[in-house]
């Protein structure tokens, strides 16, 4: 038989020298340390380089009070005689849980009043710990980049006295959460290396206009081969806002964190779950009156597609994304009577509408992001086909462009496509999987085909037209077979061969494309898709 153990005679003893209030103490003055971060003049110079410091960006990002750091004491320390700290650096990087419309997210940011933002003390560490964490624990991740973030310099070899070959410590996790989890990235200073890399593995990223410049190395590094050059011409943002190795550019750290909760509004946590439907706040129902001239009759002029997506989605809930880049393109992400949707379309106004290499490229990428967070596609058509020409030849745009329809193809998640005017080419024929039920809609401006009449009737009837040797009776000719072609390129003739579904007034787009949003939310499969999302 046991011994009795004796009664407690109070349920909190009285402190002694046994407790152990010493170490309490001592870890509080560590953490306060680490508060400190690079010491008053580094915080001061931060800030006046129109920067905030990497803790109140953390607090600016987050739910107030919902931070939760880990691994505040990492860093260096010193130690005297006596064994007693005597002096703390700690690493640059913060990271940790909190909450972002109090949901779990977890972030991690580089701390450039430390060294610079580069390897210091267990950075590589608490990035990879981050990565991990936001990986196994399925919570979006927010990187809050400023500095080379761990990739190291030359003055560690006076240091460490050797040099290594360099290796890409824990990036598998930072693979794994593009097919896993959100992951957005701010590069908020002079990002270089690693951090350039952190910055554009991701689902979405942002720059701040003046404050930030990416490059894969610096101005140092760089004037050795092309001379001296400023970092902002060599990597500001007005190069990567255009070029897509940032999705967009905001004029201030505090909008980046407001785009950056904003799209995560529209997503899972992971892609173990699906998006949650928001609070209707917008009529189903609602027609706009001008919508039914929209599209103007005459085939030339261009019109801006951008006021009617904003008409067909719920009121205030359409964020585009990469505005500045791949422009013939048009992506963003909304809501149609709650339920967070893609929206896809193309801008008449750069190249007419048809897709360059570029916006093949940036069509890629945003399907791909629909796809793997479970969120249904709506395309508003407007293809002329892929850009032709020297210029789109030299670009490799039939390779991009290819890539951008086998994307459709390979997507899973309900689509719906809405014909408003042009559908040509391979790039027409590839506005939707052919191989699943074509939900669509055209408006009565839809026109289709092989090839434009307009640019067709030449390339058809060219040995005709060659045996004409007087030029007006060849423009004639041309007007001649073009108003043939015309008068049946009607899409009531389409329709009567029932190769286009229906043709609806486009008054009525919003009411059909709110259900076809209530019809898809069932049919979303939450799992992660069978590849992987490419950055």
Not at 332 to 358: E, F, N
Request: negative net charge.
């Amino acid at each position: 038989m046991l011994p009795a153990v004796p009664e407690p005679t109070s349920a909190h003893p009285a402190a002694t020298d046994d407790t152990w209030e010493p170490e309490i103490a001592e870890l509080r003055r560590r953490e306060a340390m680490a508060q400190r971060m690079g010491g008053p003049d580094k915080v001061e110079r931060q800030h006046q380089g129109g920067k905030l410091t990497v803790r109140e960006r953390i607090e600016s990002l987050l739910d107030e009070g919902s931070f939760h750091e880990i691994g505040a004491l990492a860093g260096r320390a010193s130690y005297g005689e006596d064994a007693e700290l005597s002096e703390f650096t700690p690493a640059n990087f913060v990271m940790g849980r909190g909450r972002i419309d109090d949901r779990p997210v977890v972030v991690g940011g580089d701390d450039f009043t430390v060294r610079g933002g580069a390897a210091d003390a267990s950075i590589w560490q608490k990035q990879v710990y981050a990565e991990q964490m936001a990986l196994e624990l399925r919570l979006p991740l927010v990187r809050l980049v400023d500095g080379t973030g761990g990739g190291g310099s030359v003055k560690s070899l006076d240091t460490d006295r050797r040099t290594y070959v360099p290796p890409l410590l824990g990036w598998q996790y930072a693979v794994d959460n593009l097919a896993t989890v959100p992951v957005v990235a701010l590069a908020l200073g002079s990002v270089a290396g690693l951090g350039a890399a952190r910055v554009v593995n991701s689902h979405y990223a942002l720059m701040v206009r003046d404050t930030a410049q990416v490059f894969v190395a610096g101005p140092p590094v760089v004037a050795r081969v092309e001379g001296e050059i400023a970092k902002e011409d060599l990597g500001g943002a007005h190069i990567h806002g255009r070029n897509g190795v940032v999705d967009d550019v905001v004029d201030t750290e505090a909008e980046a964190f407001a785009r950056t909760r904003r799209f995560l509004s529209y997503l899972p946590s992971s892609v173990h779950e699906v998006s949650a439907r928001g609070e209707p706040t917008d009529d189903p129902e609602r027609r706009d009156p001008w919508l039914i001239g929209a599209i103007p009759r005459n085939q030339r002029q261009v019109y801006r597609i951008r006021p009617i997506i904003e008409s067909l989605v719920d009121q205030d809930s359409y964020l585009e994304i990469g505005a500045g880049w791949g422009r013939a393109a048009v992506t963003g992400l909304a809501r149609l009577d709650g339920w967070p949707v893609g929206i896809l379309s193309s801008d008449p106004y750069q190249a007419g509408g048809s897709w360059t290499a570029d916006a093949s490229d940036k069509v890629t990428r945003f399907v791909d992001l629909c796809d793997t967070f479970h969120l249904p596609v709506v395309h508003l058509v407007d293809q002329p086909g892929f850009m032709v020409g020297l210029a789109g030849e030299q670009a490799g745009t039939i390779r991009n462009g290819v890539r951008a329809i086998a994307a459709i193809h390979q997507a899973s998640v309900p689509w719906c496509s809405v014909l408003i005017r042009k559908v040509f080419g391979v790039g027409g024929a590839g506005h939707q999987s052919s191989s699943r039920l074509s939900y669509r809609y055209a408006w009565p401006s839809g026109r289709w085909g092989s090839l434009p009449v307009q640019g067709g009737v030449e390339a058809a009837f060219r040995a005709e037209l060659d045996a004409l040797a007087d030029e007006d009776a060849r423009q004639a000719r041309i007007a001649e077979i073009t108003a043939r072609m015309d008068a049946v390129a009607s899409p009531f003739r389409t329709a009567e061969a029932f190769l286009v579904e229906e043709i609806i007034d486009p008054r009525d787009t919003r009411p059909l494309l709110c259900e076809f949003a209530n019809l898809a939310a069932p049919r979303r499969q939450a799992g992660p898709t069978t590849r992987s999302y490419r950055p």
